[in-house]
Each structure stands twice: as structure tokens, then as C-alpha cells.
């Protein structure tokens, strides 16, 4: 995987800003609904499934025209963790039904224990995934995440998850 899944996220949003949000400012400050997320992941490496990964996230009430401030953590079962801050786009401004996509970007710090060397701790997290949101709010989400260095170090491996994620309103 290469940074397709960051290009998705820069298009998608992007869009939805020249759509939506120019003409009172593109980047203009507002609200947005706040999710604490739970997420199980299979971590592949290499083509291959080498684990699972669990991943607590927290979507914050704070957005700039289509970006919505997102944190998340997360560690595997080799004990490898990450944390990092990005930002999250959702297709929910297009299209107010129940379904939904979502791209984010989130740079972070990546800490080996017994996983792969991915080349440093920074490390890009960038996702595309597939969502439902009930009518209480909560929301359930497939996705697909790529995380590297961004070619910023000479190695640079990569790492995918496929996961699937629980996310409750926090307002």
C-alpha cells in the first residue's frame, strides 16, 4: 500500500470543503458530534495477517470546515503501540442517511516492542472505511487503515489493518 488511502482522504474532503464550506469561510470553526470509538483490528505486514490490534478513539466536538479533530491509540497483541492526532472527514455532510464513508489522516508515534520495524516512531495512519449510524447515535464502521513514515526514513515497510469499529456520541 502507498499513500492512496491519504490521497482519498485529501480528495473526499477537500471536495466537500469547495462544496459546502467556501463561501463562509473554508475552514471556519464549528461543532461536530463527539465519539468515543473502540476498533479490533487484524494487522497485516507484508501481505500477511501477522496479529490484532485494539484501538480506543475519541472524536472531539472541534471541526474546521470539513475536518473533524480525531485522537487515537492503539496497541497490538506484540505489544507495538501508537498514538497520534489527525484529522477525520465523513461523507454525513453529503448524504444525511444512515450510511456513510469516512477518510482520516493522522500522523502519530509508533513504539516497537516485539512487532516489525517500520523504519521510526512517526508514523501516518490514513483509513477509508464504510459506516452505519443508528438511530441512537452510535455508529459501526468497516475499514481499511495504511500506516507508515511516509518515506521520511530509508526504511519504510508499512503496515495495514482491516478492522472494525464501535463508536458511541460523547456529547
Known sequence: MDATLAIIF????????ALNDCK????APQSDTARLSFQASAVEFQ???????????????????????????????DMDTWVGMGLKWTSKRIDTGPWFVET????G???????PDLG???QFRSALGLGYEF?????????????????????????ETIAIRYAISWN
Not at 10 to 17: C, K, N
Not at 69 to 76: D, F, L, N, P
Not at 104 to 107: F, R, T, W
Open 47 to 77: 501481505s500477511k495477517i501477522i496479529g490484532s490490534e485494539l484501538y480506543l478513539g475519541y472524536d472531539s466536538t472541534q471541526a474546521y470546515g470539513p475536518y473533524q479533530i480525531t485522537y487515537g491509540a492503539a496497541i497490538t497483541e
Open 120 to 122: 521510526g516512531n512517526l
Open 109 to 115: 508515534l509508533h513504539f516497537v516492542a516485539d512487532g
Open 135 to 159: 438511530d441512537n447515535g452510535t455508529t459501526l464502521l468497516v475499514s481499511y487503515d495504511h500506516r507508515s513514515n511516509a518515506d521520511t526514513q530509508p526504511k519504510n515497510p508499512g503496515l
Open 104 to 107: 482520516s489522516l493522522m500522523p
Open 10 to 17: 485529501a480528495i473526499t474532503s477537500l471536495t466537500d470543503m
Open 24 to 27: 463562509t469561510g473554508c475552514l
